[in-house]
């Protein structure tokens, strides 16, 4: 485990919270706020990966100013205010520069223009961090700048292994990889957590498979932060919090694909970094991941100890929608252990949990964890107990609940209805269910989707003569995708 050193430097300003943005949001959760701040990007042509943690430092102070993105978003959406009223900053007191002209009224971007940029604005005076969050706003497969690499490269070590921390795996150059290393600052931490944040939007739009050995660089880059030291205990304390989140990231990345024992491997990482610094949320958060690979890998025991472990981590957080979630992990393990009652009991309580609602409280990685996610874990649980015909009903209701912006979870939930529909024997809604998931296919590269499927076609080759059963067959067998890794059920 990387280490960090801690220097008695000048501390850290005390943030001011924005006390006028907590008003705007008003009853809603910092998540659901989140979300209409994302819808509010879709309807002027914007890309923001705002999330519930995005919110949380806004409200406590901690970005007294939006990059131009996000100030674009928020005067579409509150019209006639301005950032002031917002209780933001003034721009040219937190850049150190004067500020530019007001931003005109919303508008998508022009022929030859990136989302998040305007004719005019030069890269050159941009400072490192404000280019990270320019590298936010755009499309997935955009290519690095000479520019953007450059501005990373120049700080020294703990800059160039924020620079790594990029979905696509900007790596530095061997002489960069050689300078002494400098102590990581709150640029470096913000970075970390962007990088955090993209990988699991890059995942919940099309999978792990293709991300997997992209995520490997991040995570280097991670624990080399955490050798350089930082600045202050405070951004210490961030830097191991994001490397923990990170580390469950690409593990979960290496799970969905089917790589149990590399997964194995980062969860113990994170978990050891949570254990460390005494980080009960991000303890949580690795045994909850670990109780799932358990289930997953046919250690049902284990999936019911850990689920056990994390829920009393958990505990002290306030947060009924994760101690939910728990439940269900632990319901899981029940199911493998073929004992009814213990799964019963961990659904009933994880329902109860979940009916209190959101709370402030909610880890932002909890983002995924509505009334979908729900039925799709415990439509599991009843697939585990050959129970095929609630398994089906509540895999049905995640299919239709989703969020569209999930489109792997979608995939995911279409292709457990489609085998539990064959296991119960109807095949003629199996088949049209699994001919759903091919033609998401194309978006999503995930083992464990192209495993069920796999299982599906087997259950149903004795039943070709029924209505769309061949043509399922028949396209299954062309699909060219990657080859599941592991394959069969995975639960």
């Not at 076609?457 to 028949?474: I, K, M, Q, T």
């Amino acid at each position: 485990m990387a280490s960090s050193t801690v220097t008695s430097s000048q501390p850290d300003r005390p943030p001011r919270p924005n006390l006028a943005f907590r008003r705007l949001r008003g009853p809603r959760s910092p998540a659901e706020f989140a979300a209409l701040v994302r819808r509010a990007a879709r309807e002027i042509g914007e890309r923001v990966s705002c999330d519930a943690r995005y919110i949380g430092r806004v409200e406590a102070g901690e970005i007294r100013c939006p990059n131009y993105a996000y100030e674009r978003v928020f005067l579409h959406m509150f019209p006639g205010r301005t950032l002031t009223d917002l209780g933001f900053a003034p721009r040219s007191s937190v850049r150190g520069r004067a500020a530019r002209p007001a931003v005109a009224a919303p508008r998508g971007p022009s022929a030859g223009e990136r989302p998040g940029e305007r004719p005019g604005e030069s890269l050159g005076a941009v400072e490192p961090y404000d280019l990270w969050d320019r590298r936010q706003n755009d499309p997935p497969n955009h290519e690095e700048s000479d520019v953007l690499r450059r501005a990373f490269m120049t700080g020294g070590g703990a800059t160039v292994a924020a620079a790594t921390l990029t979905p696509l795996g900007l790596a530095p150059s061997a002489a960069a990889a050689d300078r002494p290393p400098r102590r990581a600052g709150i640029p470096e931490a913000m970075a970390l957590e962007e990088a955090v944040r993209r990988i699991r939007l890059l995942d919940d739009r099309h999978g792990a498979d293709g991300l997997y050995r992209r995520a490997a660089a991040p995570l280097r880059a991670a624990y080399a932060l955490l050798d350089a030291g930082a600045t202050r205990q405070t951004t210490a304390d961030r830097l191991h919090s994001g490397a923990g989140e990170l580390a469950i990231s690409v593990g979960w990345l290496a799970h969905d694909s089917g790589r149990f024992d590399d997964a194995r491997s980062h969860y113990a990482e994170a978990l050891a970094t949570a254990r460390m610094t005494g980080d009960a949320g991000l303890e949580a958060h690795a045994f909850c991941n670990t109780a799932f690979l358990a289930r997953d890998a046919g250690r049902p025991r284990e999936a019911v100890r850990a689920a056990q472990a994390a829920q009393r981590a958990a505990r002290p957080l306030g947060s009924a929608r994760l101690l939910s979630l728990l439940a269900l992990r632990e319901a899981g393990g029940w199911a493998g252990l073929a004992d009814r009652t213990g799964c019963e009991r961990a659904l009933v309580r994880a329902q109860a949990l979940f009916e209190r609602g959101r709370a402030d409280a909610d880890p932002e990685w909890m983002s995924f964890y509505g009334e979908a996610e729900l039925a799709g874990l415990e439509a599991q649980c009843w697939s585990t107990l050959g129970d095929w015909r609630r398994a089906s009903r509540q895999a049905r209701r995640a299919a239709q609940a989703q969020d569209p912006h999930f489109t792997r979870n979608i995939a995911l939930y279409t292709a457990e209805l489609a085998d539990d529909l064959a296991r119960e024997g109807r095949p003629d809604e199996a088949a049209e269910a699994g001919l759903r998931v091919l033609a998401l296919l194309d978006q999503v590269q995930s083992s464990r989707i192209q495993g069920m499927l796999a299982g599906t076609a087997r259950v149903l080759l004795p039943h070709r003569r029924a209505s769309g059963v061949a043509e399922f067959l028949d396209r299954h067998a062309s699909y060219k995708g990657p080859r599941p890794v592991g394959g069969g059920r995975s639960v």
